[in-house]
């Protein structure tokens, strides 16, 4: 079991950035793909990208495409979401998630696990 556990959402002004940060329970979260979703009241749960196990490859949502950035620190059994030039519609909930294979699917059915969500809030 995987447990996974987010921080770093709050507030910011549209034009600023946000550092998210998703930490894994166990060592064999180096092996799962890692990606980051996000929703807001009513609407599905949105995917943003995610990161391959060996942290080689990348996806993203061409909403956020040369935005956001996902990397990987093994050491610290951790992944980020580095968010730039965030604007209003970039206000959520988001979520990391994992799941065993690559390539990775915006369905979020296909994670085996999720954290608990931190709020994004991108004011005007």
């Known amino acids: 079991q995987v447990q996974l556990i987010e921080s770093g959402g709050g507030l910011v002004q549209a034009g600023g950035s946000l550092r998210l940060s998703c930490a894994g329970s166990?060592?064999?979260?180096?092996?799962?793909?890692m990606a980051w979703f996000r929703q807001i009241p009513g609407k599905e749960r949105e995917f943003v990208g995610a990161?391959?196990?060996?942290?080689?490859?990348?996806r993203y949502a061409d909403s956020v495409k040369g935005r956001f950035t996902i990397s990987r620190n093994y050491a610290e059994n951790m992944v980020s979401l580095q968010m730039n030039s965030l604007k209003p519609d970039d206000t959520a909930v988001y979520y990391c998630?994992?799941?065993?294979?690559?390539?990775?699917?915006?369905?979020?059915?296909?994670?085996?696990?999720w954290g608990q969500g931190t709020q994004v809030t991108v004011s005007s």
């Open positions: 990161i391959s196990w060996g942290g080689s490859s990348t």
């Open positions: 166990e060592r064999t979260f180096s092996r799962y793909t």
């Open positions: 998630a994992a799941r065993p294979t690559w390539p990775p699917t915006s369905d979020a059915r296909a994670y085996d696990y």
